[in-house]
T-cell receptor
Framework: ETGVTQTPRHLVMGMTNKKSLKCEQH?????MYWYKQSAKKPLELMFV???????ENNSVPSRFSPECPNSSHLFLHLHTLQPEDSALYLC?????????????FGNGTRLTVT | GENVEQHPSTLSVQEGDSAVIKCTYS??????FPWYKQELGKGPQLIID?????GEKKDQRIAVTLNKTAKHFSLHITETQPEDSAVYFC????????????FGTGTRLQVTL
């Protein structure tokens, strides 16, 4: 177990649907991240929350909406997605986004947009 | 911004042989270099990291070397085993900016019997 749990593991949604991805960390960390992983491309940072405050929004389209109610939980709300948004979405946590503390990743949600 | 290039994209070695994966980076301010291993169906897991104040770090069969002058760093796996088969990612960041890690495109390592 990585200490970072993501649900669901797989998600298929139509372009008009609204769904949410959930991430929970049990490591006592203060920073949480969303990454997008597509084939043959580097991991793309989407959002960073440090002590519940959003500190990074890496020019992500507004159809992706993050929510961080506390340091242990992170959500990614999805609506009106495009087929090119199909990817593995990874959640990660670290002790503090402003330090060199290692990232701990969850096992991801495999999203397919039809 | 930082740019990290990783080679090769795929690597096949026989069990017991060594494997070397190389990365180059562009930002001379980068001084934190982690390596992640991603097994099928799982997220990336940190296996080793190095900071720019050292040139080499070892952990059992895994070692990382850093050449700051040439801006490249490498992962060395000795006595490879089938369970080493995975995708390996290098990354680079400036100190205190773990949220700004730039990742390479990954190397798929296959260890054959």
């Amino acid at each position: 177990e990585t200490g970072v749990t993501q649900t669901p593991r797989h998600l298929v949604m139509g372009m008009t649907n609204k769904k949410s991805l959930k991430c929970e960390q049990h490591l006592g960390h203060n920073a949480m991240y969303w990454y997008k992983q597509s084939a043959k491309k580097p991991l793309e940072l989407m959002f960073v929350y440090n002590f519940k405050e959003q500190t990074e929004n890496n020019s992500v389209p507004s159809r992706f909406s993050p929510e961080c109610p506390n340091s242990s939980h992170l959500f990614l709300h999805l609506h009106t997605l495009q087929p090119e948004d199909s990817a593995l979405y990874l959640c990660a946590s670290s002790q503090d986004a402003g330090r060199d503390s290692p990232l701990h990743f969850g096992n991801g949600t495999r999203l397919t947009v039809t | 911004g930082e740019n990290v290039e990783q080679h090769p994209s795929t690597l096949s070695v026989q069990e017991g042989d060594s494997a070397v994966i190389k990365c180059t980076y562009s930002d001379s301010a980068s001084n934190y270099f982690p390596w992640y291993k991603q097994e099928l169906g799982k997220g990336p897991q940190l296996i080793i990291d190095i900071r720019s104040n050292v040139g080499e770090k070892k952990d059992q069969r895994i070692a990382v070397t850093l050449n700051k002058t040439a801006k490249h760093f490498s992962l060395h796996i000795t006595e490879t085993q089938p369970e080493d088969s995975a995708v390996y990612f290098c990354a680079a960041a400036s100190s205190g900016t773990a949220s700004k890690l730039t990742f390479g495109t990954g190397t798929r390592l296959q260890v054959t019997l």
